[in-house]
């Protein structure tokens, strides 16, 4: 009985402090092996925060985003011990130079053959202004992409309210029906326009932003492409009410849209299942965010 009580009090404490219990849980990992950070949980040395250096290829594509632009007073984003990005790079920038194949079924994806790998990858939406960006794009040999949103610790903190979902530029007067209609995507039409009018309210999921990621990826022409949500879990009160407004949106889009849900944790354990995937990878991967 005291080992159930131990425990539930542990639960209690990690939904308590939720987002600064993920990121003190980062500061451990970085404390156990030396690793030297600031006031604000940045490291001191890139190369700190990542499992292996960045490549030519992958540092000019993090170039087309923000990650790597220092802020006035505070390095980078991507120095943080809590960034998304670097989580992004240390699960999927193991794969840039090696076969992708185990990647595929992990991320619950039909298909063989090779795979091309992106980060920051925009998609046009043929509007004014930058363009969405997915965090991972995956082309496949028959065309398709997977376009993969990632979340790390964003989604604990509750979305503001008082403020338009979209720009206005999503709802030109010169479209009849509106953007994602006039793409072929009505259900999206419709929670666009929900979201907008304040009908729906999702507290942490970004709903806008994968409906702007979904209106790239039917501009691209793809239209039997892939979209993921990709996030990893916490242990908090906020959890159930990010599944429940998730599965509020799949039931609304799926007809039309391929959107597959995915936690981090589902990921590794679909990685270490696989045979032959590097195992000092995986021990990195486990060790820093899967202990």
């Not at 363009?131 to 790390?152: C, F, N, Q, W």
């Not at 720009?167 to 010169?174: E, L, N, R, V």
């Not at 990010?242 to 990685?271: D, N, W």
Request: hydrophobic share 40%.
């Amino acid at each position: 009985m005291r080992g159930v009580a131990a425990r539930a009090s542990l639960n209690l404490v990690a939904v308590a402090t939720g987002k600064t219990a993920l990121l003190r849980a980062q500061r451990r990992w970085a404390d156990a092996r030396g690793v030297r950070y600031d006031a604000h949980g940045c490291v001191r040395d890139l190369a700190d925060n990542l499992r292996a250096p960045l490549g030519a290829a992958t540092l000019e594509e993090l170039r087309r985003g923000s990650e790597l632009t220092p802020y006035a007073t505070r390095p980078a984003r991507l120095y943080s011990l809590g960034s998304s990005a670097a989580l992004v790079l240390n699960v999927f920038g193991h794969w840039r130079d090696r076969d992708k194949w185990p990647l595929l079924p992990a991320l619950d994806v039909a298909g063989a053959g090779r795979v091309e790998l992106k980060f920051e990858e925009p998609l046009p939406t043929g509007l004014a202004g930058d363009a969405p960006t997915a965090d991972v794009m995956l082309e496949l040999d028959d065309g398709r992409y997977v376009a993969i949103e990632s979340k790390y610790a964003e989604w604990l903190v509750r979305r503001p309210r008082g403020r338009p979902a979209f720009k206005d530029k999503y709802f030109p007067s010169s479209s009849d029906g509106g953007v994602w209609a006039d793409a072929g995507l009505p259900r999206c039409q419709a929670l666009a326009e929900d979201l907008q009018a304040g009908r729906e309210r999702p507290k942490y999921l970004h709903a806008p932003q994968l409906l702007k990621h979904a209106l790239g990826l039917a501009k691209s022409g793809k239209r039997s492409s892939v979209l993921v949500y990709l996030y990893y879990e916490w242990p908090v009160r906020e959890a159930a009410a990010h599944r429940s407004e998730i599965e509020r949106v799949v039931a609304r889009l799926a007809p039309e849209l391929g959107l597959r849900v995915l936690t981090y944790q589902a990921l590794f354990g679909s990685l270490r299942a696989t045979p032959g995937v590097d195992a000092q990878y995986l021990e990195y991967l486990a060790q820093r965010y899967f202990a």
